[in-house]
């Protein structure tokens, strides 16, 4: 009986890589409320009170803390939506992106 069998692996193989990712950062400011920043984090990030609390005083103190990494397009997007809520409410909130190195 002849050997029906086929082999279905691609001809090449692709190695795929993973994603680069970029960090999302928060810059802080004088101006925006404390309260405020605590609600877009937990809004847009999904962060806990005391976790969004911690990532704010941070921010505060330092100048700017990394609020989480994400690939490329999912961190521009987060840092964009949460940018653009502290405008429409007429606060200089800014996130911006980097690689992550």
């Known amino acids: ?13 692709t190695k795929l890589e993973r994603p680069k990712l970029y960090k999302v950062i928060l810059i802080n400011d004088d101006y ?4 405020f920043v605590v609600m ?26 990394v609020i989480a990494v994400y690939p490329r397009d999912v961190a521009e997007t987060k840092a ?3 940018t653009d809520l502290g405008r429409s409410r007429g606060f200089p909130l800014q996130f911006t992106t980097e690689p992550e190195e």
């Open 32 to 35: 925006t409320p404390r309260e």
């Open 1 to 13: 009986m002849p050997d029906t069998t086929f082999d279905t692996r691609p001809a090449t193989t």
């Open 40 to 65: 877009v984090l937990k809004a847009e990030f999904k962060m806990g009170e005391s976790k969004a609390n911690a990532v704010m005083l941070t921010a505060h103190r330092k100048g700017s803390c």
């Open 80 to 82: 964009d939506r949460a």
